[in-house]
Nanobody
């Protein structure tokens, strides 16, 4: 069992940056593959980025590739999402997710644990 708590969301102007954090408690460390997803009002939840247990490999949605970077610090049980060059269309609630499976992909189905989300709003 793992509990996930996101933080770092807020209001930013287009072109700005934010760094989201996802702190994990419980059975943690490098036990989980991690992902970030987002959901905008009236839209389905969509994949943003994923990272392997070790942090050696990552995977991004085309819409954020080159602008967002996922990373993790297993000693701190924390996963990060650095978001640069933000656009109004990045506005959404951002969720981190964890799975004990070896998984790095864009489906939300393998993920067993989810945080409560953090709001990111990008103004034009």
């Amino acid at each position: 069992q793992v509990q996930l708590v996101e933080s770092g969301g807020g209001l930013v102007q287009a072109g700005g940056s934010l760094r989201l954090s996802c702190a994990a408690s419980g059975r943690t460390g490098s036990s989980y593959s991690m992902g970030w997803f987002r959901q905008a009002p009236g839209k389905e939840r969509e994949f943003v980025a994923a990272i392997t247990r070790s942090g050696a490999s990552s995977f991004y949605a085309d819409s954020v590739k080159g602008r967002f970077t996922i990373s993790r610090d297993n000693a701190k049980n924390t996963v990060y999402l650095q978001m640069n060059s933000l656009k109004p269309e990045d506005t959404a609630v951002y969720y981190c997710a964890a799975t004990p499976k070896t998984y790095i992909g864009d489906s939300d189905r393998p993920y067993d644990y989810w945080g409560q989300g953090t709001q990111v709003t990008v103004s034009s």
